[in-house]
């Protein structure tokens, strides 16, 4: 499917026109500036890019070719050409489920509390339970549009992420530039407690043979 071999540009521009259709109905559909704009926003963006005008011009001509986005030519009194996006009509998706795939697309992997914190100007959830149903029916659609993460050291709750890239991108708020990714990190603690437990063998080893 189209949705589903997106570069990391593509999706920060399908997640702001999903976004900006709902938060900013009056400025919808989205002149170009508007668009880079708000793929640079420092605010409820993980991570924070900065896109020039080229990249997300070819990002909207590649997006344009997949069927999900339309240019909207200017009209009498209107100088610039706007873009609009398609994608709940070509993936189907309803109210709730296209804020999921927003917040997503927009900030990385979230768990259901997350995602229900930070949806209320796109849909209001009743309960994290209701975030949960989207998600697992968003999971199990052919081919998958989300997929559940496994659960890191230390994590209470599982994370969901999109797959509009074809698999999932590990980002999250607390990602900082040059980081260890989090499978990185959580070989590393492996290890580190494979080696601990190691020593403790060792030493009790040492001991008994004295």
């Known amino acids: 499917m189209a949705a589903h ?12 026109l999903l976004e900006k259709q709902v938060t900013t109905p009056d400025a919808y559909p989205l002149t170009l500036n508007a668009l880079v704009s708000a793929c640079n926003q420092s605010s409820n963006r993980a991570p924070v890019l900065a896109l020039e005008t080229r990249e997300v011009e070819t990002a909207l001509v590649r997006l344009k070719e997949r069927g999900l986005v339309r240019y909207v030519h200017p009209s009498h009194g209107s100088r610039s050409e706007k873009y609009r996006h398609v994608v709940d009509e070509i993936l189907g998706l309803d109210g709730p489920a296209r804020a999921v795939v927003c917040l997503l697309a927009l ?4 768990t259901p509390g997350e995602l229900r914190g930070r ?5 209001p959830f009743e309960s994290t339970e209701a975030v949960q149903a989207v998600l697992e029916r968003l999971a199990e659609v052919d081919p998958a549009l989300v997929v559940r993460l496994p659960r890191h050291l230390g994590q209470k709750e599982l994370r969901w992420a999109h797959v509009l890239t074809g698999e999932p991108l590990e980002v999250g708020d607390d990602a900082a530039p040059g980081a260890p990714s989090q499978p990185r990190q959580d070989r590393l603690a492996e290890l580190e407690a494979r080696m601990s437990a190691l020593e403790e063998t060792v030493a009790r ?6």
């Open 5 to 16: 071999d997106l570069d990391a540009v593509e999706v920060r521009v399908v997640g702001c």
């Open 119 to 123: 949806s209320d100007r796109l849909h």
């Open 107 to 110: 900030r990385g992997p979230q």
């Open 205 to 210: 080893l040492a001991r008994s043979g004295r």
